[in-house]
């Protein structure tokens, strides 16, 4: 039977490459499409990790309600100690304050590298999602309590100060002082981000930072909720306690800065959720159109093969024997289409993945692949998809009637 | 060999039920050879597929080899037509992308017949019609008469019982389907029961038995006595 089926193919080599080709190319552009759909998705979403996840960052600013005997317009400056106030509040799973100094020089010998210097306390780690290089660590709760010259160098500041060599252990001067480098950060991307790259600053400890620049006052506290729709519960937890300690009314929102990351994520989340909609819309359609080709050209080779239908039956072919060929056909063809284009799709994206593509697209795009998972899943529902095309075919060859096709000339 | 009873065949068409077959009776002994004689619209055509178990009678009985064949479910009226009846057509009706050795095996494959032992018996029947050197020429290549005795050669496949020719010799010049006619009579004689649906008076005078066929029914049947098919 599958020499039968082959030799019909081949006999009609020119239409069933032409059908072939479509299917080629549409799962070749099927399969990019979700490899790249699938791809970006995870990238992104993990680029958007890199910033911390159901973050707010609260600061202080002025109310514009007089409240408490005090008049409309009095600054509201938060202090150290607030972050366990924020990290008692229901909403919130975390909070630590960070102090940031703007435009700061450290040097290793005669390197230099300028960015802001980060005072803050270990928690920060956890809270904006700061990951180490084997070898290192952020910094400690020991850190904090000695006030302990010891940094953590984002990215680029660690390149740029020593370079291709191991920062860890080595000496870096931050405000005049030598700071041993505890650890370092990793060359990621991230979606959003304040005061500048992150890979950019230097992090000491919030107490090392209190007693060399002498500034109490934090710049804000980053909270965590416990939940990304813990936001406006957050916001009035934030607004009472604070409002509470610094006598402002808590219904004057102005009095604090409070700045809301989980309405980024959830923007993030519309963007890729759209994007794989959109996807699996195109793919359906390509999918669709692929089986539509199949099933019109098993159907036009039906009906120029009916002189042929009708002398199998009469030479004895039986139900099966009529309708397995157009079935197994349309199988084959897509079959064969789609394991040609997964593989082109396979070996491109091979090509594509030995491209020296910076990070900053890589972030984004990720590192696209066919997956054997996916391909074979494409290629099985592709072969399902023109069986069941070669089905309406192929019930129409059973009805071929052997004495009228015999007859006609 | 055959055993027609009070068969009937009718098609239903837009404005009238046409009756192709009226109340034929008709018996064939195994090794006997026919021609079935008539104009256009007299029914042959239909009495030649419905003993070649293409077509089914609106009313009647069939009986092939004594077996009841007439209420058989379609896909055991294919493998009895597989095994038991083989088909001569007048334009040949071999399949083009094949060649000679792959037209012949075609029944059986429909047959299960392995691959080998399809090859093997292909080439049997090619040598046995003059064709041995041609097996592997596709019909294209092949003159009207290699094509018809290829077809022939297909026909005799799973050595059937029942040799069905529908105007064999129509498409052929005379002198190639005199040639045409030999081999199935030299067949006829080696025991297969012969029927051709002709409208050749000539050629239907070379077979010992003529069945004439008008408006559907058994006009005549004239049978020679002096000869005998088995001789």
Not at chain 2, 91 to 113: I, K, Q, T, W, Y
């Amino acid at each position: 039977m599958l020499s039968w089926i082959l030799s019909g193919l081949w006999a009609d080599r020119v239409r069933t490459g032409l059908v072939a080709l479509g299917v080629l190319w549409g799962t070749l552009g099927l399969a990019s499409l979700l490899a790249f759909g699938g791809e970006m998705l995870r990238a992104t979403s993990g680029t958007a990790r890199n910033f911390g996840v159901d973050l707010m960052r609260v600061a202080g600013a002025a109310t514009t309600r007089p409240s408490r005997g005090f008049p409309a317009g009095r600054s509201i400056g938060l202090e150290a100690g607030d972050e366990k106030l924020l990290a008692s509040l229901p909403s919130v799973r975390g909070a630590v304050l960070e102090h940031n100094l703007w435009g700061r020089t450290y040097r290793v010998g005669d390197a230099r590298h300028t960015g802001t210097l980060v005072g803050t306390q270990p928690g920060f780690a956890d809270l904006r999602s700061r990951r180490v290089r084997p070898g290192g660590r952020f910094l400690s709760e020991r850190d904090e309590r000695e006030e302990r010259r010891v940094c953590y160098l984002g990215a680029f500041a660690a390149r740029a100060l020593f370079g291709s060599a191991d920062p860890i252990g080595r000496e870096v001067e931050v405000l005049g002082t030598p700071f041993r480098v505890v650890g370092v950060g990793p060359d990621e991307v991230q979606i959003s981000n304040y005061n500048g790259d992150e890979r950019n600053k230097v992090y000491i400890p919030a107490s090392t930072y209190r007693a060399l620049t002498g500034r109490r006052s934090p710049s804000f506290f980053v909270v965590g909720l416990v939940a990304p729709n813990a936001a406006d519960a957050a916001s009035a937890e934030i607004l009472g306690a604070l409002g509470a300690r610094y006598g402002f009314d808590p219904a004057d929102t102005a009095a604090l800065e409070i700045q809301d990351y989980t309405e980024m994520q959830r923007m993030i989340g519309a963007i890729l959720g759209g994007n794989r909609a959109l996807t699996a819309l195109v793919g359906l359609f390509g999918f669709l159109v692929a089986a539509l080709g199949v099933a019109n050209a098993t159907w036009v080779r039906v009906e120029e093969s009916r002189r042929e239908i009708g002398l199998a039956v009469a030479l004895g072919a039986r139900r099966r024997h009529v309708m397995t060929p157009p079935i197994a056909e349309a199988a084959l063809v897509a079959l064969g289409g789609g394991a040609i284009g997964l593989g082109l799709a396979a070996v491109c994206f091979a090509l594509a993945g030995m491209l020296d593509v910076p990070l900053e697209v890589r972030a984004y795009l990720g590192d696209p692949r066919v997956s054997l998972a996916l391909g074979g899943g494409i290629v099985g529902l592709l072969a399902v998809a023109g069986a069941v095309s070669g089905w309406i075919p192929a019930r129409r060859a059973a009805r071929v009637d052997p004495m009228v096709v015999l007859r006609e000339e | 060999m055959i055993e027609l009873r009070g068969i009937g065949k009718e098609y239903a068409q837009a404005s009238a039920t046409v009756r192709a077959l009226v109340d034929v009776d008709l018996d064939v002994d195994a090794g006997e050879a026919l021609a079935v004689l008539g104009p256009s619209g007299s029914g042959k055509s239909t009495l030649l597929h419905l003993l070649g178990l293409l077509e089914t009678p609106t009313r009647g009985t069939y009986a092939l080899g004594g077996r009841a064949v007439s209420g058989l479910a379609p896909d055991e009226l294919a493998r009895v037509r597989n095994r038991e009846v083989g088909f001569v057509f007048q334009r040949f009706h071999l399949v083009p992308r094949l060649d000679a050795v792959e037209n012949v095996a075609l029944p059986m494959r429909f047959g299960s017949v392995g691959r080998r032992d399809r090859r093997r018996r292909a080439l049997e029947l090619l040598d046995e019609v003059g064709l041995a050197e041609r097996a592997t020429h596709r019909p294209a290549e092949l003159s009207g008469g290699q094509q018809q005795r290829v077809a022939i050669a297909r026909a005799l496949a799973l050595r059937p019982r029942l040799l069905l020719a529908d105007e064999p010799t129509g498409a052929l010049d005379q002198s190639v389907g005199s040639e045409i006619l030999e081999l199935l009579l030299g067949l006829n004689r080696g025991g297969t029961t012969l029927v051709v649906v002709t409208h050749d008076e000539g050629l239907a005078a070379r077979l010992p038995r003529q069945v004439r066929m008008l408006d559907g029914r058994v006009e005549r049947d004239d049978r020679r006595v002096q000869s005998s098919p088995q001789a």
